[in-house]
Nanobody, 112 residues
Framework: QVQLVESGGGLVQPGGSLTLSCLAS????????MAWYRQAPGKQRELVAR???????DYADSVKGRFTITRDKRKNMVYLQMNNLKPEDTAIYYC??????WGQGTQVTVSS
């Protein structure tokens, strides 16, 4: 059974930074691409960033240059470093291996 536990969200002022973490279990992590999605109130869930089994990454245009996705295969963890946060980044953030499984998400609120 796939389990995904996201953490690290919170309230931050515009221009601030946060690092989200996701612990994955129940999958062969080293062979699973991973991704971060987000869902803002009243909007559809959207892809934020993804990372392949190696170091290849891909980002939504809205976060390029501000967010960085990384993974630690020894710890079964995937991270999302978010810099220069904007109010429009406010959402619940989820990680997923892309197989339809989701965690509970972690809330990120960017507000002054």
């Amino acid at each position: 059974q796939v389990q995904l536990v996201e953490s690290g969200g919170g309230l931050v002022q515009p221009g601030g930074s946060l690092t989200l973490s996701c612990l994955a279990s129940g999958i062969i992590f080293s062979k699973s691409p991973m991704a971060w999605y987000r869902q803002a109130p009243g909007k559809q869930r959207e892809l934020v960033a993804r990372i392949g089994t190696g170091v290849v990454t891909d980002y939504a245009d809205s976060v390029k240059g501000r967010f960085t996705i990384t993974r630690d295969k020894r710890k079964n963890m995937v991270y999302l470093q978010m810099n220069n946060l904007k109010p429009e980044d406010t959402a619940i953030y989820y990680c997923t291996p892309g197989d339809g499984s989701w965690g509970q998400g972690t809330q990120v609120t960017v507000s002054s």
